[in-house]
């Protein structure tokens, strides 16, 4: 019922409104757009500040290193290409009304290259994420996809709590939600190409962020300021996650990764994701597949106590303290993770389509065991043996389009979001 109520407006609109559009307001400049490439490996660059000379205007290049650019008025300007590391670009063009031209900044590094892969592959990495920091108009922090992969985090979260002011909140040892500036989970917003997830917490609105795989992601970015196009229930920040789209040319990736719980002695530890891509139609569509599994023995001991202060010690100024009470936790706990992402890109020239669907699910099996003890007054042992089954889904799907009509930018999308977490047995004894 949802997509055939969005699907209706989307054909008026594309039928009638964006040919009207198009013939009313006509061109008032000329548009020049393109892409900014490494010379040496052809590679896209991220973040590039692209500016017509004597001006405040300019733009940057996006996460598929395209740029577009409108040039008023007419008559002989330049235009320069900068990124950090590289040596400046500069393309003299004689501006005229309603033209649209297309020009590729081509940028020379500029450093002596080395013969070291990983070297080049972490110092590009890194341009591309300060590069983006530094034409942003927020305050922002930025990990790239590079960087991304370089680490053998487990999911999003372990990836973001690598961001200065961030921290992670852990649970059996592994990161599940990120505190931003010292506020809870809950102050945060979390959004997948601007998209909001809903709460997976069922008590607040904090998202798990271990559902999500960091091994299908382009990006990341931690956002500390609320600025006006932003809603204003992200007092903390809000962390936005940007999904991969299919390189040029047929690729496949392949991870297996294994674990050993010496705690619990179990090696059946496993993670495994495969990713597949590919572009069709002169490499205006792209196609890209991805599953992932992963099941982890998150047992765990745990010991705590409280304590009361009864005076000092003879002859000295410090604390007596008298225990209080006394907890012993052994709980045993298996995770099982699955997921599935599929991203369609196609784009023409000043029109660009995208979507993006994503789907994870946690089961949870845990038994807990704790002994307590209460000493203070009456001495008395407690007993609590607890056995659960939690279950999570994530579900996000997502339509996106981008038209630019030069005197104007347009960006709209229809998405559905759902998180649903379930406890089909739980029981509890306590003696």
Known sequence: MTIKYLIRPLIIYLVFVLPFSINLF??????????????????????????????????????????????????KKAVVCRYLGYINDTLYITAEAGINKHHDFILKPDAIEGKEFLVTAQLQGQQAAINKQISSNKIVNVVSKDKIQEQPDNNAAESIGRLPGVSVQRDGGEGTKVVI????????????????IPATDAENRSVDLSMISSDILAGMEVIKAITPDQDGDAIGGTVNFEVKKADEGFRSDVKILGGYNRLNRDSKNLRANLTVSNRFLDNALGVIASGNFQRANRGSDNLSASYSKIGTISGTNLPNLKLGSANFVDKAEIRYRYGANLVLDYAIPNHEFAFNSLYSRTDRDEVRRRKGFSITGSSIARYVARKSEINTDLLTASLTGKHDFNFLRMRWQAAYLLTKQKTPYAHESEF
């Open 181 to 196: 500036r010292g506020l809870e989970p809950k102050f945060n917003a979390i959004t997948i190409d601007g998209q909001k």
């Open 26 to 75: 006509g061109q008032s400049g000329t548009a020049v757009s393109g892409k900014v490439l490494d010379e040496s490996d052809n590679s896209n660059l991220i973040g590039a500040t692209v500016f017509i000379v004597g001006t405040s205007i300019g733009t940057s290049s996006d996460v598929n290193g395209k740029y577009k650019l409108t040039i008023p008025g007419e008559g």
